[in-house]
């Protein structure tokens, strides 16, 4: 069966340089027969977290999370491309994720850094991998971390020069074991419930 994947990106500050590893990663996704979505946050444009999404009460929740909640649940699988400020995560991103939590769990993650420097959003990927693991998802121990972003992608997301060259190298892997994780848990899902 065809595997869903919802790709996130959050950056709300222009020029968004790490919207070219989205456009990197999708078609290389889709490459392998996968259902694949972007999810922008700055387009979902959440309110500020005042309410996570459970604590509306059913069929009451502002339209584009109810959307994004459908979207989901019915995901085998997510990629999230994280940016770093100041040795942290972006706050779009971070917000719109913080809106649910129970509508991730059982699923692996996967984690794309980059940055505008050769640390490549480093400490941004580990604080997501920590972020994520709390909300309930499988974070794969492949990881890509790219800088400076702009060395190694152009605008459409082709791979320029030796960073780009080593990213073309690593994706397949990071896609392999992605997969993996996907078909493993969509198989124990259907063979148990989840305990909770
Ligand atoms: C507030 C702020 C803090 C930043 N902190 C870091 C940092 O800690 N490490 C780093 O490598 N780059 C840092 N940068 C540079 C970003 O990596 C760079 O601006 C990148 O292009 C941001 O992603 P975006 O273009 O997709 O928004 C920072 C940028 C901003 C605006």
Redesign the pocket.
Known sequence: MTKNVLVFYG?Y?K?????RLARFAIPRLEQRGLNVEFIDARVVNLPMLDRMYKEYPPGTAPEAMERLAAKIKAAHGFVFIC?????GVQPGLKNLTDHFLEEWFWRPAAIMSY???R?A?A?ANYSWHGILSEMGMVVISSSITI?P?VEALDDVGSPTGVSGAYLEKIFPRFADDLIWWMEAAEAQRLRKLPPY
């Open positions: 950056s500050r020029p968004r340089y790490g919207i940016g770093e400020y100041n040795w940055s505008a420097q640390a959003g400490r800088g972003i």
